[in-house]
């Protein structure tokens, strides 16, 4: 396990590598206070070519997105730092060659890598394995389904469709378990149960991927990473690192979800409300809890692996701040067919603006958008409309109803109430900044409801490898 820096000089850097963005932290190890912080969105999103409902991203962008974050970090703290946490984006795949899968460089005293022989990366988000590919499957060893946005389903997926590309590459892992290998030029890619169980065909329990079930299916077992436990260290960095001596401890990669509960829930009496793109409502269960040998897949509740064997109860939802993405998009173009110009930022300001003058409404907006994964063809509607609540301000506060109910629909109060629930912490970036979702969760769950501060991955992340001993 890490080694505690708690009493110790120095900083802990926290990595989260996001769907939309790269966010940086330097926590002080021994005020254990976050002093410096950095967001720099990736745009990293391309158009695919190998699938209409394929869901990709540029590592590229996303590692110019984390030099941007690492750039703007004081250089004097830079030095100091003892150890570096990364997390990130769950459930999807990256492929690269393990000795030539990034080129290191030096420009004006900073060093850093840039990608090479790395394939796009394919999100959680991705969605080209239908419900009749998955079907047609090994039942896996395991008590979480396998779902579309899977690594081991898109790695199925391109063993049926496109064979010949998976024999470019010798690794693969999420797009975390990826920069932790480059920064410490691992020989073959390590992953967490956090991480692995995002991928499917892993079992929590032992600990280990369904080996013989993959090679039974002729799956390319060399490609899956070396299992280590959540907390543990992966390596050292190679090199110097924008003023990060070589030599610096690197724990191996954690998935963002488990790391911003990480950040946030204090006592067994707490659940956590996590909404940035994705949403997901969380509770930690009791130290003896086991899950069932074999999942359930209609149901909306999964258990995710935490940290010291332990389970959180997790209704994680595909339609969180995407919700609101997508409503002020559309607005957006249907502005652009009128020869109207106005930024985005600008539409979804004045959308709250709206909602907050308007708050209550008749007009009902389900909003399961992109489908959930225990129901694929659940879709978004509208109804009970009327003359009389078709404002922005009707709309706007029904579509973040709609996103809260449908968190309720998947863990209901009462649920919560029987689980011990007592207070529920709210955090992640679509909630922080939409006043209107925080009216409709404390409108929604009869619970006290905190906003936490420092409430993020990266803080996380940070703190894992602060506490860890």
């Given at each position: 396990m890490a080694a505690s820096l708690s009493g110790s000089a120095g900083f802990v850097l926290g990595v989260d590598l996001g769907t939309t963005s790269v966010k940086v932290v330097l926590l002080d190890a021994r005020s254990e206070t976050v002093t410096d912080r950095c967001c720099v969105p990736t745009h990293s999103d391309i158009s695919s070519t190998s699938h209409t409902h394929a869901k990709e991203q540029d590592p590229a962008r996303i590692i110019a997105a984390l030099d941007q974050c690492m750039d703007a970090l004081p250089k004097d703290k830079l030095k100091k730092v003892k150890c570096i946490g990364v997390c990130g984006q769950m459930h999807g795949i990256v492929l690269w060659k393990s000795k030539s899968g990034c080129e290191w460089l030096s420009k004006a005293e900073i060093v850093r890598f840039i990608p090479k022989d790395v394939s796009q990366l394919v999100t959680w988000q991705d969605g080209r394995c239908s419900a009749d590919f998955l079907s047609s499957l090994p039942k896996p060893d395991s008590h979480q389904s396998v779902a579309t946005g899977f690594g081991c389903a898109t790695i199925f997926w391109y063993m049926k469709h496109r064979p010949e590309f998976l024999s470019g590459f010798s690794d693969a892992g999420?797009?975390?378990?990826?920069?932790?290998?480059?920064?410490?030029?691992?020989?073959?890619?390590?992953?967490?149960?956090?991480?692995?169980?995002?991928?499917?065909?892993?079992?929590?329990?032992?600990?280990?991927?369904?080996?013989?079930?993959?090679?039974?299916?002729?799956?390319?077992?060399?490609?899956?990473?070396?299992?280590?436990?959540?907390?543990?260290?992966?390596?050292?960095?190679s090199s110097e690192w924008f003023g990060i001596p070589a030599h610096t401890a690197v724990g191996a990669a954690l998935g963002d979800f488990q790391c911003s509960v990480y950040s946030c829930m204090t006592d067994k009496g707490d659940a956590?409300?996590?909404?940035?793109?994705?949403?997901?409502?969380?509770?930690?269960?009791?130290?003896?809890?086991?899950?069932?040998?074999?999942?359930?897949?209609?149901?909306?509740?999964?258990?995710?692996?935490?940290?010291?064997?332990?389970?959180?109860?997790?209704?994680?939802?595909?339609?969180?701040?995407?919700?609101?993405?997508?409503?002020?998009?559309?607005?957006?173009?249907?502005?652009?067919?009128?020869?109207?110009?106005?930024?985005?930022?600008?539409?979804y300001s004045r959308l709250i603006q709206s909602a907050l003058a308007q708050p209550d409404t008749d007009l009902t907006v389900t909003t399961a958008l992109l489908g959930e994964r225990h129901d694929p063809t659940s879709s978004a509607s509208v109804s009970q409309i009327s003359p009389s609540n078709l404002s922005l301000g009707h709309v706007t506060r029904a579509v973040c109803r709609g996103i809260i109910e449908n968190m309720a629909t998947m863990m209901p109060p009462q649920s919560l109430r029987a689980a011990g629930v007592r207070c529920i912490i709210g955090s992640g970036s679509a909630l922080s900044c939409n006043t209107v979702l925080q009216q409709e969760v404390e409108r929604v769950f009869p619970f006290p409801v905190v906003y936490g501060k420092d409430v993020d991955s990266a803080v996380g992340v940070a703190m894992v490898f602060k506490d860890q001993t």
């Open positions: 999420t797009i975390q378990d990826y920069v932790v290998s480059m920064l410490c030029s691992l020989d073959k890619c390590v992953m967490t149960g956090q991480n692995a169980a995002s991928w499917g065909y892993f079992n929590t329990n032992s600990n280990k991927w369904n080996t013989q079930i993959l090679k039974d299916a002729g799956f390319p077992v060399q490609l899956l990473p070396v299992m280590v436990e959540s907390g543990a260290v992966a390596g050292h960095t956590v409300l996590n909404m940035s793109t994705s949403a997901q409502l969380t509770f930690g269960m009791p130290a003896e809890f086991t899950p069932p040998s074999s999942p359930d897949p209609l149901s909306p509740v999964a258990y995710f692996p935490y940290f010291h064997s332990s389970y959180l109860a997790v209704a994680a939802s595909l339609n969180g701040g995407n919700v609101m993405a997508t409503f002020v998009r559309m607005l957006d173009s249907w502005m652009k067919e009128f020869g109207l110009e106005v930024n985005e930022s600008t539409i």
